[in-house]
């Protein structure tokens, strides 16, 4: 495989490299990066395969003090998994931190963390996907940090296999140590080209903000959306939770990621987002399945129809999301 990609201009902030033409922090050869479960358990083999994954990156890992235990569905108390994540993230010698497996949990442990300790800890990235929408969600507003959406140490497709999934590894790294390339869809529901902050994550997990203290507002935001084991009509369902609590007031575009197992959702996602007026591209590999690519929620992207893709980062993102 290519070494990983290096920003050719990065400036250095407690010790994690960020590059003043996107904002984003990027990691190094010898950066330190830890892996904790803030949500579902982890398979001990799985996760110890992709730390070794991580570790062939000639990064160092560290693992949370609670990163294995188990209380049924969740990966330990909400304190010890709030506790493992707060830890990680104020600790300056740890450059990003990466999230061992989605499920659920992420949103139980949001009133725990100490945002006011978190924001003084300065930029890192922090790494996940489904259940971690959660996260990537309030990191946004209470840090104004990008996040970076993305298959997870002890998940597919890194670590059931011997080998991770090529393209989705290689997109991983990319994306970590450079700048991840454009995410090409494989359909247009709506054309044009919108320009804004890339925000959203997993469907199901923005729809259960809603009537929270952090439900989301997308105006003047390209949202992506994704999901797995959701029928047709849960999604028309969520959708409209999201259109009727006015989270979707002012979106300027949509990039449609994985639908896996979720029968044929275009359908509904045509009817309920079409009347928007704005740009829909679909087909995404962002979220389940593979391969699974790599996208900065928080940073500016462009949505480009003629393309069917989503690119981005375009310059620092002065927004949260």
């Known amino acids: ?27 190094r050869e010898g950066d ?10 982890p398979n001990a083999a799985l996760l110890q395969r992709g730390v070794k994954l991580l570790e062939g990156l000639g990064l160092k ?15 330990g108390s909400d304190a010890d998994r709030a506790a493992d994540l707060q830890a990680a993230w104020c600790d300056p010698a740890i450059s990003a931190v990466f999230c061992s497996r989605g499920g659920y949990g992420a949103a139980r442990i949001l009133d725990l963390l100490d945002w006011h300790a978190m924001r003084a800890a300065g930029p890192k990235i922090l790494l996940g996907s489904s259940d ?18 993305g298959p997870m140490p002890a998940c597919r497709p890194l670590s059931f296999e011997e080998e991770p999934e090529p393209v989705t590894w290689d997109h991983l790294r990319a994306a970590l140590f450079g700048h991840a390339p454009p995410v090409t869809g494989d359909r247009v529901l709506r054309e044009g080209r919108a320009e804004g902050v890339l925000a959203g994550g997993n469907l199901s997990l923005l ?15 390209l949202v992506l959306l ?47 987002l079409l009347p928007l007026g704005v740009p829909v591209i679909a087909g995404l590999t962002v979220g389940h399945g593979t391969p699974q690519r790599s996208v900065w929620l928080g ?4 949505i480009d129809t003629e393309s069917c893709s989503l690119a981005g980062l375009l310059g620092p993102a002065d927004q949260a999301v």
Request: with cysteine.
């Open 299 to 302: 940073g500016l992207g462009v």
């Open 32 to 41: 330190t990066v830890a892996v904790v479960s803030p949500s579902g358990p």
């Open 207 to 221: 729809a259960s903000l809603c009537g929270t203290r952090y439900q989301p507002s997308f105006a003047g935001r």
């Open 132 to 149: 971690i929408t959660a996260l990537h969600h309030v990191f946004g507003v209470e840090l104004g940090l990008p996040t970076l959406h």
């Open 226 to 272: 994704e999901d797995v084991g959701e029928q047709p009509y849960r999604i028309d369902r969520m959708l409209t939770q999201l259109l009727q609590s006015g989270a979707l007031d002012g979106v300027r575009g949509f990039a449609l990621g994985s639908w896996v197992e979720c029968g044929d959702p275009y359908p509904v996602l045509a009817e309920r």
């Open 61 to 75: 890992v560290v693992l949370g003090r609670h990163v294995l235990d188990r209380e049924g569905y969740l990966a």
């Open 1 to 27: 495989m290519n070494e990983p990609a290096t920003p050719t201009s990065v400036t250095v902030v407690t010790g994690v490299a960020v590059s003043p033409e996107t904002g984003t922090p990027h990691l």
